[in-house]
């Protein structure tokens, strides 16, 4: 699951990010309300975390401007505790929940993932697909015999294509969909971590495997006897 986080207290959205890593979330952070609009028209997102107070444009015009394209995505406003207005106004633009601030980092985990279980593209915690199963609320990847536990970026991975299976993506794809528009990371990174989870596909015994199509990218198909 991939989330925008439009925050322009720069350390507290470093700590927002570290935190959402941490439970296996891809994220990508912004400071103002005109680089948040960027992003999202740039990328795919599984929900979004706004800031109200931010230079540019601020939160409630980011929502606003979201929706009036239709977008039902996710969007979670951050507010200052004492602004009741500023949580009204955000619910009236649009807004899944309001979280005032200062808030617990344990509440605002919870209230992420609540906020993505609202996207149409969700499903349950548990993603299988031949004899794999892969748990979404334990990182672990497994089959009748035997499991594995996943990595930050190889959970995100392998979800990406437990969701999606037999759909081709490119190498830019999964770049912007688990390393984000940041990276630093060369694309070869995802050669290599396709290569991390066909190992551990193998020792389960998986009778599913990532093909790489040339030209077009990798899919996640069953394995040919």
């Not at 015009?61 to 955000?90: D, F, N, Q, W, Y």
């Not at 309001?98 to 279980?117: D, G």
């Not at 548990?126 to 990847?141: A, H, P």
Request: charge should be negative; include cysteine.
């Amino acid at each position: 699951m991939r989330i925008l986080i439009a925050e322009d207290e720069v350390q507290l959205a470093e700590g927002l990010k570290y935190l959402l890593e941490k439970s296996r979330f891809s994220v990508d952070i912004v400071h103002d309300g005109i680089a948040a609009l960027d992003y999202f028209h740039q990328s795919e997102y599984d929900a979004v975390v706004l800031d109200i107070m931010m230079p540019g444009v601020n939160g409630i015009k980011v929502l606003e401007t979201i929706r009036s394209e239709r977008s039902g995505i996710p969007v979670m406003m951050l507010t200052a505790k004492a602004e009741i207005e500023e949580r009204v106004a955000g619910l009236e633009a649009g807004a899944d929940d309001c979280l005032p601030k200062p808030f617990s980092t344990r509440e605002f985990i919870a209230r992420v993932r609540a906020l993505v279980r609202r996207n149409d593209n969700y499903t349950d915690s548990i993603l299988s697909f031949g004899n794999i199963r892969l748990d979404c609320n334990r990182f672990e990847l497994s089959s009748d015999a035997e499991s594995v536990r996943l990595n930050n970026k190889e959970y995100q991975l392998t979800e990406l294509f437990l969701r999606h299976p037999h759909y081709i993506f490119s190498s830019g794809h999964i770049m912007d969909k688990v390393w984000g528009q940041e990276s630093e990371a060369g694309v070869d990174v995802v050669w290599t971590y396709i290569g991390y989870i066909r190992k551990k596909l193998r020792s389960l015994g998986a009778d599913i495997e990532i093909k790489t199509f040339r030209g077009a990218g990798y899919s996640l198909e069953e394995a040919k006897c």
